[in-house]
């Protein structure tokens, strides 16, 4: 054994706030890290100063004020309100759906006209019982309209599959506003870290105790880690810690490709959505929006993301959490309950799509039972 008491796998959230607990306890922690920086996906790098969101917008939103309050220990938050935009076919459209959507949609001026417009689009398509996938599902939401313009296109990308061969649940519910309210999240809190997410993690690992090593895959010195550290908290896929056992989890992938433009406002809005089926990529972000058009004003940098199959090596951006893979999951989640000195969690550990805020939840949960 050496002389630290916790191994952990991963830099991301998870990962940081668990190593930052543990040494404020007093224990001594080693972080290791694959990629060539820490933070995981809410790394941001700084350009022309401009934040960059390297792996796609976060914005972080939250009801609970315990999570609020302890995220602010480590930044200050601006007052960025998440309000994205549909292109829908060079036609723009407020999201989410609410009465500016329906005004630019039909015309309609009031929440009584727009209420009967989607009731009479419903009713038009006639579905008999329980919606069989994703496209009924919707549909019988919001009518045809919505469906059409602003969900179809944009899902089936995200997905790879067509929304007759998408799962119903995927929609369980389309929150349909009937206000002009652009603001995407109903959370009491939502901001943007003035100064980027990367600080929050150098924040959080900045101890004593806490020693860093990037460039380093855990799959490795697998042995050698389980058998040098008491404990291991593990950030990184589970299928892949078991060897994939019981087969592969499936896992959706992104790709990004950044550019940087001499103009000082390309698309006047942080997050444009791309809806119809025809544009490769489901959106673009302009990194500047996000912090209020901040940086060299002559220049901008806008990254277009593209939906991905995943692979084995390929980055798992987003676990498919159908009944499949969520069955295929328990059979790990077994084996993890009985590997005693082994701690899983995170997106990939628990295999689970995770927000921030929910994120850092479960790591101060994590957290509370080691040590308290
Ligand atoms: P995360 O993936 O960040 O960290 C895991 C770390 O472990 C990674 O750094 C990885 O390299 C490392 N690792 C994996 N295997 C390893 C190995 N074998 N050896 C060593 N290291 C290994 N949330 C939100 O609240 N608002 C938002 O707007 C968004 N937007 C958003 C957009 C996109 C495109 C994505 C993919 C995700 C979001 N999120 C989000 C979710 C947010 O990114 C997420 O909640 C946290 O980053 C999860 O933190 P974790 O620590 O679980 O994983």
């Known amino acids: 054994l050496n002389s630290y008491d916790y191994l952990v796998v991963g830099s991301g959230l998870f990962g940081s706030v668990f190593a930052h607990e543990a040494a404020l306890r007093g224990k001594r922690v080693k972080v290791i890290e694959k990629r060539e920086h820490i933070a995981g996906n809410i790394y941001t790098k700084e350009f022309d100063g401009i934040q960059v969101h390297q792996y796609g917008a976060h914005i972080f939103h939250t009801s609970d004020r315990e999570i609020w309050d302890y995220v602010n220990q480590f930044a200050k938050f601006n007052r960025y309100t998440n309000s994205p935009v549909a292109n829908y076919k060079g036609q723009m459209y407020n999201l989410p759906f609410n009465m500016n959507t329906f005004n630019e949609l039909w015309g309609t001026r009031t929440p009584e006209e727009a209420f009967k417009k989607i009731e009479e689009q419903k009713r038009a398509v006639h579905l008999v019982g329980q919606p069989r996938n994703l496209e009924e599902q919707a549909i019988s939401l ?18 790879g599959k ?102 000082s406002n390309y698309q006047g809005n942080a997050v444009i959505n791309y809806t119809d089926a025809e544009t490769p990529y489901t ?62 969690g995170g997106r990939l550990g628990q295999y689970r799509y995770f927000d921030m805020h929910q994120v850092i939840h479960s790591a101060l949960v994590r957290v509370h039972d080691e040590f308290d």
Request: charge should be negative.
């Open 162 to 263: 067509k929304a007759t061969e998408l799962p119903a649940f995927i929609i369980r519910r389309l929150p349909v506003r009937f206000t002009y309210d652009n603001n995407y999240f109903n959370d009491t809190y939502q901001g943007i870290p003035i100064g980027g997410y990367t600080q929050i993690v150098e924040k959080m690992l900045d101890s004593d105790l806490i020693d860093i090593e990037t460039n380093v895959d855990f799959f490795a010195h697998k042995d050698r880690y389980l058998g040098e550290y008491p404990k291991v908290v593990f950030t990184g896929m589970i299928d892949q810690y078991f060897d994939y056992k019981y087969g592969e989890l499936e896992y959706r992938s992104l790709r990004f490709e950044n550019e940087e433009l001499n103009v």
């Open 142 to 159: 919001v009518g045809t309209d919505i469906y059409q313009k602003l969900i179809k296109g944009y899902t089936e990308k995200q997905w």
């Open 283 to 344: 959106r673009i972000i302009e990194h500047k929006h996000f912090e209020f058009g901040k940086g060299d004003s002559g220049k901008t940098i806008i990254t277009r993301e593209y939906p991905a199959n995943w692979k084995r090596g390929d980055e798992p951006y987003y676990p498919v959490n159908d009944v499949q893979n969520n069955k295929l999951y328990k059979q790990y989640a077994k084996l993890a309950a009985r590997e005693s000195n082994v701690i899983f």
